[in-house]
């Protein structure tokens, strides 16, 4: 198993930075592996450029995967291996923050265990989860897939399931939130959004239970370990 010891989670409205998503073989982190690789990159809130490539598992797609993201052995099997896939995402993100709906616990393992596996990198870029934000900006929606977020927004949700698509997608979805977090600061009086984030490391603080009781405490735990009385 690997240890893996990414950047903070955090959790904020920047200006620039860098959306990416993976399309992968299936969502087992041990055994399965990235078939495609995205990424967009952002400053001052517009997209200047982009990055994306298939990538050649070197193995079989299972059929569960292609159902979803449409991506099949013939289309592959000239595409770069994840040596040089890897490779080419590294240099384009550099050290900017990277943005990913869901990528805490999906996209962000996976990235690191190919850098680290095949270019002996560790990926140590801070990152914000749009997941997070969503579920904290907009509690009446049942569900918070990207495509859920996209739909409440009237973004256009044709083409999910494709890594390019999916980050012009979350893309949208990140400026609309993150509109709606500045907003919800500057409309609250008793200055508890501010108090959510973590005076440590910028992270978010989520309400947990523990031996003791309910507390705070930092979403880049292990990282930080910052908690704080509820």
Request: charged share 25%.
């Amino acid at each position: 198993m690997i240890q893996r010891n990414k950047g903070r989670r955090l959790n904020g409205y920047m200006e620039d930075y860098i959306v990416f998503d993976l399309e992968t073989t299936g969502i087992n982190q041990v055994r399965d592996a990235i078939i495609e690789i995205s990424a967009v990159k952002v400053e001052k809130h517009q997209v200047v450029s982009d990055f994306t490539t298939l990538v050649n598992p070197e193995r079989h797609i299972p059929a569960a995967a292609t159902a979803v993201n449409g991506i099949t052995d013939e289309m592959v099997k000239d595409a770069p291996d994840i040596r040089t896939a890897m490779e080419g995402f590294l240099e384009f993100i550099g050290n900017s923050v990277l943005v990913g709906h869901n990528i805490h616990t999906f996209d962000m393992n996976f990235a690191y265990d190919a850098a680290l596996t095949y270019l002996g990198k560790e990926l140590k870029n801070d990152y914000i989860d749009t997941l997070y934000m969503a579920r904290r900006c907009l509690p009446e929606l049942s569900h918070h897939k990207l495509t859920d977020v996209a739909g409440h927004f009237g973004l256009k949700t044709e083409g999910a399931h494709r890594a390019l698509f999916d980050c012009m997608m979350n893309q949208g979805c990140y400026e609309e939130l993150g509109k709606m977090m500045e907003k919800k600061k500057k409309d609250s009086l008793s200055g508890e959004e501010e108090e959510l984030v973590c005076p440590v490391c910028g992270c978010e603080l989520a309400l947990r239970k523990g031996k003791f009781g309910m507390f705070y405490g930092c979403g880049g735990f292990p990282q930080c370990r910052y908690t704080r009385k509820v």
